[in-house]
């Protein structure tokens, strides 16, 4: 009797909840189905191996990452995300069809900074960084614009590859915060044609931080990658001139600068060559890193590459997938900022989210 009224109360009870099921599932797949969102941007940043990194690489690994594991900057994260752009990984030893997959997901990459020169750094980051470049080119001769920036050894990366694979980079130290001299070609260029006469003063001041040991010439940016157009200069430690900022020719989306947008706002005050603190935090340096990410995310609103569903690209996001590693407090002169998120890889390399690859 017992398992007669189980199975009457079964009949009547199975069909209502699979059919509640059914609509959840239905909501769920709607509210998550893929719907492009102009205004939420989504950047793929290509990480940089801990293996032969700075001190947030060698802290990487005394947290347990492995030699094919990487990291992203915290404050690379917040410059993007305050314009409102989405953050999301690019592993730096990608397969090609990975890096492609993923490329048709995001709306604008950026090479960060990093401790080694562009063709010393860990492989495969160089020919991941090349191939990303390519995709940029391949996509604005299709008339759609994916932008491209770099800062320090991103723009460094960049100028090796528009020369074909060689090394253009040169002796150029400076730690400290520099003005920006314009090219002449400044004035009509993407990245700085439209500078209001306050804000090009801003840039004229000593704001932009710089902190590396190399760079590249407008010599021989000219001669060896004459896809790229010098648009501002700065005078190393040595006194030789090198690039501070470039973008593509022709109007190829590519933007690069030598200083560190990033760090004004989000990263910890080191002391300069000068002795006095960088970044600094005046208006006029806020306003004029302001004025860089705002751009780039704009350039990444004009393409309509999107994530399959809301869903994919949420668990795609750097906060899912990077442990958020904080440097010791007893490290105020790091030029980096307390956070960095750390990509731990398994034994074989392989890195997290493998969803955004597929």
């Known amino acids: 009797m017992y398992l007669e009224k189980g199975a009457r109360f079964l009949a009547v009870v199975m069909p209502i909840v699979a059919l509640t099921l059914a609509l959840q599932l239905h909501t769920l797949e709607a509210s998550l189905h893929g719907i492009y969102t102009p205004n939420e941007p989504v950047i793929g940043v290509l990480t940089f191996p801990s293996e032969g990194a700075d001190e947030s690489g060698k802290h990487a690994k005394k947290r347990g990452a492995t030699s094919k594991s990487s990291y992203i900057e915290w404050a690379y994260v917040r410059w993007l995300e305050q314009s409102g752009a989405r953050v999301v990984p690019i592993y730096y030893n990608l397969a090609p069809k990975q ?21 010393s750094a860990p492989a495969p980051y160089f020919k991941t960084a090349t191939h990303l470049y390519q995709l940029v080119k391949e996509a604005y001769a299709r008339k759609e614009i994916v932008p491209l920036w770099g800062t320090c050894l991103g723009i460094q990366t960049i100028s090796c590859i528009a020369a074909g694979g060689k090394d253009v980079t040169g002796n150029f130290p400076a730690f400290d915060s520099y003005s920006t001299n314009f090219t002449k070609e400044a004035a009509s260029s993407r990245l700085f044609g439209g500078l209001p006469e306050n804000l090009k003063k801003d840039f004229q ?23 790229l157009v010098p648009l501002a200069t700065t005078v190393a430690l040595n006194g030789q001139t090198f690039v501070a900022a470039l973008e593509g020719r022709d109007g190829v989306p590519v933007y690069a600068t030598q200083f560190h947008p990033e760090t004004n706002q989000w990263s910890n005050k080191w002391k300069s060559s000068s002795g006095l603190p960088v970044p600094v935090r005046t208006p006029a340096a806020i306003r004029t890193v302001r004025y860089l990410a705002d751009l780039f995310v704009d350039q990444a609103r004009l393409n309509t590459h999107k994530f399959p569903s809301e869903l994919e690209e949420s668990l795609a996001l750097v906060s899912q997938n990077g442990k958020l590693d904080v440097l ?19 034994a074989s390399g392989m890195q997290p989210n493998l969803i955004v690859t597929q």
Not at 101 to 118: C, S
Request: aromatic residues 12%; without cysteine; hydrophobic residues 40%.
């Open 205 to 227: 001041s000593k704001v932009q931080a710089h902190w590396h040991h190399f760079g590249v010439s407008p010599e021989v940016l000219a001669t060896s990658a004459p896809e």
């Open 99 to 119: 890096v492609e997959a993923i490329f048709k997901k995001v709306n604008g990459v950026v090479f960060t900074g990093g401790p080694a020169k562009p063709l």
């Open 328 to 346: 010791p407090a007893s490290k105020p002169d790091n030029l980096y900022p307390e956070d960095a998120y750390i990509f731990h890889a398994d």
